[in-house]
Structures are given as structure tokens and as C-alpha cells.
């Protein structure tokens, strides 16, 4: 062999060498392997996220994300209070300007109408972020963070990130663009307790989510990067100037992606919002009129777990302007008058009103108590206390519904004249009962009309016999008087059944509408985003003849002119009313009406010691006898004047029934003489002793048969000039009151 070719062996057995299998952990890691494991590894993966895709369904919203509020509205649509754990109120996309929808997605996710989705890119980086520790990553679409906030949690785990990925593929396929999009708009939190963008508008702006402008949209969009440090309530300079970059970002967004004019985009001024106040709660009267609007819900048969499930935008009848008169009227005329903490007896008295439209039966007004945060029973609306006089009327429209008569045969009106004695044992009634007058006066031969006046007992015992108990309690329910501790006794004349103002309210608004049955009603609208409560029309059929309604109304005016009502009376409007006080001073009602308006007031005396008990009102105020005609009438007189928006020239159109009565012989006299004895055994005289004491009862009602000398005698006592015929109403007492 040649050196030559000996070379060339040489060089080919080197090349052969180069050639041979690497050795050690370098034949691990050859470029085939790599790019071999490494498409394995792709096709590992993908075949595990597809069998995640097949493993993870879509789950149920979770709870927070289905939690709303409930909203109360004035009648007028002003928010009265928001109820429920979270402040949310869902709105549809098309109840959110188009313009206002834009903003979030120029803000969040420029390709959210074109991508499928999700975001591989910043999901990928967001795990990577959680596994080293590098906390929250951002670039999720919008579908991905609507289905973090209404399928999954805020939790930054991977195991979140990665169902998030699967599931927002699932939704998007399921679910439509504008579905997804407002999902996200009303499930996001923009701070200020608010989620959702109703709330939201409410809590920046102070309007509703329909009323937002392009420029506000920005400003609501923007704060979802960071809530609390973009509002500009509370956000320092560096914050200010962040949420306002933000805000030209997203604008500027909107101008480049077709979205919003550049013209009108230059024109845009930051929207600074409002300075943030409380929600609107359950304090003050709100809680009241809440309470008041649910139990008219559940009457109608909507559940607690529905309501309280939330979601629900229910508009009141509540005149917000006559509401803040109502609870004006109380405070002047009854609350700066009491000294709560240093009086013994002003710390017990309760105050309690509803005002009702007697064409419509809308609760247009109410009181609850000083405070439902600290008075949690609604005065209004409570039937534990008796109506005392106030259901006299009610005896009498009974007597001429059913064409009653006297023990004598002669037809009941207002010219028909009774035996006014005091402690005059009624005739005819197996239960014996003889109620004594106010301070044990006996009045003598008096009409109806002078018996309503002068609120006498003797006279209306008498009549609710004649009339019969039975026809006077079916003619009590068919008005509205509640079936509450009603035994078929004489004694329920003096109005010794439970009722309410609410339910007294209604009784003298069927009388104001002539006889048709008016049924207080405080909700005009309950509405839910799949469902509407139906409601009853307030207005119902004729339950009393119109002549027996105008004929109680005319001798109800009698009592807002000449008697124990006069305290109610004025010159800018026509009156018709009744007062009443019930044993033992222990609650003081007015019950009026006009042509267009029906507000019943009463005074509850309620012990303030734990299980509270009912107490006397003697001594509120410092003025002897709380009675109808004072607190109550001169409540009802300041309320009505404004609510009138001081007067009305409207005049009651009544049918008064003329019936014929027959002169007795000797032609009677009215005469008043006092019982030498006034003070029975169980009365509703004044206290000897004018200075009050607290005794509690806890049933305000009699269970047993009434002693023949229980009565309810009370005192109003109206201030006027120049003085007029005193009245010895039930709510009258002129020896602590010598000017009435």
C-alpha cells in the first residue's frame, strides 16, 4: 500500500470514529429525541386538556354571582331603600346605552367580538405568574373573567385558571356576544359596595345604568383594573392620574376601533363623579314602608325565599313629597313637643299615620314610629290597640244599611233621637251593659248627629243593639275592620276590637268612595326579571249603599265643625272625621277624610321595658289626657294642609238619605248632667289623679264578658276661638282642659 492510500484509510477509519454512537448522558439528548419528546409531550397535553374539556362541564352560577338587591322605589322612581347582602340589581344589555357597552370592551378585550374566548397567551402567562409567586396576571378576556365571576371564584390557584380556560371555551359556544357581555357588566365589582352597573351608576353618578354617557361608561369601565384605587373619592394623586390615563385609553380605544367619533371623542371632559353616600337603607321611615310593601307582597303570594333571593325593582304608591309632609306634621306637632328622656310618659307614646287616595286606595304616606332601627313595630300597620270611637261610625252605617230601628220602631238617621243618659243599661241585649259617658255626664234626649258630636256612649250601645251585633260586625268586616278579638257584645260600640291605622284607613276611604270597598295599597309594581307579581286593583265592589256613605260622611263633618274634631278643622278645606280614645287613655286616634284624601292618626302608649305592654298616654306632653281630637286631630290638620298644598276647593258630593222621624212628645231638650258618682268601676274616665302611672296590660282587648259599667270615656280637646258648645265627647275632659 501506498503512503497515498495508507492516508486515505486513515482519514476514512477518523471519519467512521466521528461517526460512532456519543456516549454517556449525551446520547439523551440528541436533536432527534428532543424534537421528538417535545411534539409528544404537545400531543400529551393536548390530549389531557381534552380530556379536561370532556371532564369539566359548565357549572351552576355561583351563589354571589345570582345575589341581588331588592330595590324600593317612590312612586316618582326615586330609590327609597335597597335591601338584600349585595348591592346588585341586574339590567338587560339593551337597558345599557350602546355606546356605554363599548367602553368595557375597549377597556377589557378589543377582540372580544371576534376571539373565541380566552386569551392562550395570558392564561398561560397567568399560570406561570402563579406558580412563581408573581401574584394576579392580567390579559383574561372578557368571557374569561365573566366566567371567573359568575361560574368560578377570585381564587388564584392553577387548578381555577385551567377550568377557567375550559369552561370559557364551553361558554362561548353556548352563549352568545351580548349574553357574555352583560353578564360581565353586571357581575364586575366597581367599588363603592357596588356590583353590577345599575349599581354602580347609582353609586358614581346617581342615576340609572340607561342614563350613563360615553364619558361616565369610561370612567365605570376603567374602575374595574382597581376599584378602590381608581375612585376618585378616595384615590391619591398617582390614582387620579392612573384612572385618567385609563380613562383616554379606553376612549382612545373606542375612536380606533370604529366605536366613537373622534369629533365627539375631543369634546369629552373627565366625568368627576359624585362623593359617595350611604345606600339607602332601612332607617328613618324607609324600614317602615319596606316592611309594610312586603307584607302586601306575601299577601299576594310571594314568598319570603323568593324575595329575599332578590332581584326585584318594586315601585311604591309612596308620594315622596306627602311622605316627608306626613313625617314633618309629626315631628312639629307631636315629637318637639315630648320630652323622651326626662318624661316618664313621653318616652312610651308611639305615634302611627297612613294616608290613603280614596278614588285609587294608594298608600300615598306613612308612619312607622321614630325610627325603625329603633322602633322595629310598625305603628302603622300594628293591630294590637283598640279604634275606640273611631268605629262608631261604623255602627252607624250599619243601622242605616240595614234599615234598622229604634227599640221604639223608628227608622235610625241622623235626626233620630237617642237617650244620652250616662250608665243607661242598653235594652234588648242578653248581655247586660251599661256604659258610662265622659266624666259620667248624661246628655238627655240627643240626635245621632249631636251623639257623633259629642261621641256618646249611652246612645251608640243603644244603637248597635237595635242595628243587631251581628249585622254591625258583617257590616265592621265588609268596610275593612279586621276580625281581631270582635265577640258579638254591646261593648263593641266603643270600638273594643283590634285595628290598625292602615285598616282604619281603608274603613274611611270606602266611606269617602261612597261605598266602594277601597283597599289600602302600597305597592303599585313588584317586577322581576322573569316574573311580575299580579295585584288586585285597590277598588273593589260596593259594600255599603252610596246613600249610607254620604250620610256617615255628612254627620262626620258635623264632628270636624261642632265637635270633638274641631282641632282638625280649616278654612282651605271640607272635613269629615272622628276621634277616639280607648280604656285607659291607652291609645288617641283621629280618623279623616277630605274629598281627596283619607289619613287616620293614633297615639299608642307602649311601655318601653322589655316585652313592652300597653300604658296610659296621661300625661304626654305635660297636658293631662292625650286625646283624639289634640295630637292626632292637629297632626292630621298640619299634614293634610300640606299635602293639599294648602287647601282644596273640593267639596264632598254627598246622597244624604232623608228619613222621616217623628217629634217624641214632650219635644226633648238637650240636657247635660253629671253622675253623682262619675267614677265606675272599669271606664275610660280620667285619672283623679292627673299624674300618670305605667300599668301594663298585655291584652288591650276584653276577654270576658264586659262589666255593665265599662265604657270608653275620653276627652278631645281642640283649642278654638272663639269658644263653642263644649262637647263631652268620649276624648273630651274639661276639667284638666278648661278652654276647650
Known amino acids: 500500500m501506498g503512503r497515498a492510500e495508507e492516508r486515505q484509510a486513515r482519514q476514512r477509519g477518523a471519519r467512521r470514529a466521528r461517526k460512532t454512537r456519543p456516549t454517556g448522558i449525551r446520547r439523551f439528548f440528541t436533536w432527534r429525541k428532543l424534537l421528538g419528546t417535545f411534539f ?62 363599548y367602553t368595557f370592551v375597549a377597556a377589557e378585550n378589543k377582540t372580544f367580538f371576534e376571539d373565541s374566548g380566552v386569551d392562550l397567551k395570558g392564561t398561560l402567562r397567568g399560570v406561570k405568574n402563579t406558580l412563581t409567586g408573581k401574584g394576579k396576571q392580567g390579559g383574561s378576556t372578557i368571557t374569561q373573567q365573566y366566567v371567573k365571576n359568575y361560574y ?46 345599575q349599581a354602580a351608576a347609582q353609586a358614581y353618578y346617581g342615576v340609572d345604568a340607561e342614563k350613563l354617557n360615553v364619558a361616565q361608561g369610561a370612567y365605570l369601565a376603567a374602575l374595574l383594573q382597581a376599584p378602590n384605587q381608581y375612585d376618585w373619592a378616595i384615590a391619591s394623586d398617582t390614582g387620579k392620574k392612573l384612572v385618567t390615563e385609563r380613562w383616554n385609553y379606553v376612549l382612545d380605544n373606542m375612536v380606533e376601533e370604529g366605536w366613537l367619533d373622534a369629533g365627539e371623542r375631543a369634546g369629552l371632559k373627565f366625568p368627576v363623579p359624585k362623593a359617595p353616600k350611604a345606600a339607602p337603607g332601612m332607617s328613618g321611615q ?42 314633618k306634621a309629626v315631628k312639629e306637632q307631636l315629637e318637639d313637643e315630648l320630652d323622651r328622656k326626662g318624661n316618664k310618659v313621653d318616652a312610651t307614646v308611639q305615634a302611627g299615620a297612613t294616608s290613603v287616595d280614596p278614588k285609587t286606595g294608594k298608600v300615598l304616606a306613612l308612619y312607622g314610629g321614630v325610627d325603625y332601627v329603633q322602633h322595629y313595630w310598625n305603628n302603622a300597620t300594628r293591630d294590637d290597640y283598640q279604634p275606640a270611637s273611631t268605629f262608631k261610625p261604623v255602627v252607624f252605617a250599619s243601622a242605616l244599611e240595614n234599615g234598622s230601628e229604634t227599640q221604639d220602631g223608628v227608622p235610625i238617621g241622623l235626626n233620630t233621637v237617642y237617650d244620652g243618659t250616662s250608665k243607661r243599661p242598653v235594652v234588648g241585649s242578653d248581655t247586660p251593659f251599661a256604659p258610662q259617658n265622659d266624666l259620667g255626664r248624661s246628655h238627655g234626649q240627643v240626635t245621632v248627629q249631636t251623639s257623633l258630636n259629642k261621641s256618646i256612649n249611652s246612645a251608640f250601645a243603644q244603637m248597635a243593639v237595635d242595628v243587631g251585633l251581628d249585622k254591625v260586625k258583617e257590616t265592621a268586616l265588609a268596610l275593612g275592620v279586621p276580625d281581631k278579638n270582635f265577640p258579638l257584645r254591646p261593648a263593641i260600640s266603643l270600638g273594643t276590637m283590634g285595628a290598625s291605622t292602615w285598616d282604619m284607613a281603608g274603613v274611611y276611604a270606602t266611606l269617602d268612595n261612597h261605598g266602594k270597598k277601597v283597599t289600602p295599597t302600597i305597592v303599585a309594581e313588584a317586577e322581576h326579571k322573569d316574573r311580575q307579581v299580579d295585584l288586585p286593583d285597590p277598588i273593589g265592589d260596593r259594600v255599603i249603599s252610596r246613600e ?54 293614633a297615639l299608642f302608649g307602649e311601655s318601653p321595658k322589655d316585652g313592652g305592654g300597653q300604658v296610659s298616654l296621661t300625661g304626654t306632653a305635660n297636658s293631662g289626657r292625650a286625646s283624639g281630637g289634640g295630637f292626632p286631630a292637629r297632626i292630621w290638620a298640619d299634614y293634610t294642609l300640606g299635602a293639599l298644598n294648602g287647601g282644596s276647593d273640593a267639596r264632598f258630593d254627598l246622597d244624604v238619605a232623608e228619613i222621616a222621624v217623628p217629634d217624641p212628645d214632650p219635644t226633648p231638650t238637650e240636657t247635660e248632667t ?42 278631645d280637646a281642640p283649642t278654638i276661638s272663639p269658644p263653642v258648645e263644649p262637647s263631652a265627647d268620649d276624648e273630651r275632659d274639661d276639667q284638666l282642659r278648661p278652654n276647650d
Open 40 to 101: 409528544g409531550l404537545c400531543l400529551l397535553a393536548m390530549g389531557a386538556f381534552f380530556v379536561i374539556y370532556l371532564m369539566v362541564p359548565v357549572p351552576e352560577a355561583n351563589a354571589q354571582a345570582k345575589m341581588q338587591s331588592n330595590v324600593y322605589k317612590y312612586s316618582d322612581g326615586k330609590i327609597l331603600a335597597r335591601t338584600g347582602e349585595i348591592n346588585r340589581e341586574i339590567v338587560a344589555l339593551d337597558e345599557i346605552p350602546r355606546d356605554v357597552q
Open 152 to 197: 368560578l371564584d377570585q381564587d388564584q390557584t392553577v387548578t381555577r385558571k385551567l377550568k377557567e380556560l375550559v369552561i370559557s371555551l364551553k361558554v362561548d359556544q353556548k352563549k352568545g356576544k351580548p349574553e357574555i357581555l352583560a353578564g360581565y357588566i353586571n357581575t364586575s365589582f366597581y367599588g363603592r359596595g357596588a356590583y353590577g352597573i
Open 286 to 327: 324607609a324600614g317602615y314602608i319596606v316592611d309594610a310593601a312586603k307584607k302586601e307582597l306575601a299577601r299576594q303570594g310571594l314568598s319570603e325565599e323568593d324575595l329575599t333571593a332578590g332581584g326585584w325593582t318594586i315601585t311604591l304608591n309612596i308620594d315622596s313629597k306627602k311622605q316627608k309632609t306626613l313625617e
Open 548 to 601: 249610607t256613605a254620604d250620610t256617615v260622611t255628612a254627620g262626620l263633618t258635623g264632628v270636624v265643625k261642632n265637635g270633638s274634631g274641631q282641632a282638625a278643622a280649616g278654612s282651605a278645606y271640607e272635613a269629615a272625621g272622628k276621634t277616639g280614645t280607648s280604656e285607659n287613655n291607652r291609645s288617641a286616634w283621629f280618623a279623616g277624610y277630605t274629598p281627596e284624601l283619607v289619613t287616620v292618626v
Open 674 to 715: 253629671e253622675d253623682p258618682d262619675p267614677t265606675p268601676t272599669r271606664t275610660e274616665t280620667e285619672d283623679p289623679d292627673p299624674t300618670p302611672t305605667e300599668t301594663e296590660t298585655k291584652d288591650p282587648t276584653p276577654t270576658g264578658d264586659p262589666t255593665p259599667t265599662e265604657t270608653e270615656t275620653v276627652t
